[in-house]
């Protein structure tokens, strides 16, 4: 049974840092590509950040870069978000993807985000 499930959300001031989790289970993990992806209220959802399913490469959104890292620990099947430098506007959902060509993508529950002084 294939799981996704993020993890690390919260409420955090305005230039904090917070750090999101997404632990999976039942695919080979190291075979998926892995990318966070969020939704703000009366938004559409958006790609944050994406990594590689071997070699690590990273992309970024334009309005996350500088400030997000995306990581992945094949190991542990866990991909992260390191997120500083958080601003109001980084307040929505955010969900974490796994995709591959041999399969339909699968997505998490998601975990809020809130950015408020």
């Known amino acids: 049974q294939v799981q996704v499930a993020e993890s690390g959300g919260g409420l955090v001031q305005p230039g904090g840092s917070l750090r999101l989790s997404c632990i999976c289970s039942g695919f080979n993990f190291g075979e998926y590509a892995m990318s966070w992806h969020r939704q703000a209220p009366g938004k559409e959802r958006e790609l944050v950040a994406s990594i590689s399913p071997r070699f690590g490469s990273t992309t970024y959104a334009d309005s996350v870069k500088g400030r997000f890292t995306v990581s992945r620990d094949n190991a542990k099947n866990t991909v992260y978000l390191q997120m500083n430098g958080l601003k109001v506007e980084d307040t929505a959902i955010y969900y974490c993807?796994?995709?591959?060509?041999?399969?339909?993508?699968?997505w998490g529950q998601g975990t809020q985000v809130t950015v408020s002084s």
């Open positions: 993807k796994a995709l591959s060509v041999i399969s339909p993508p699968y």
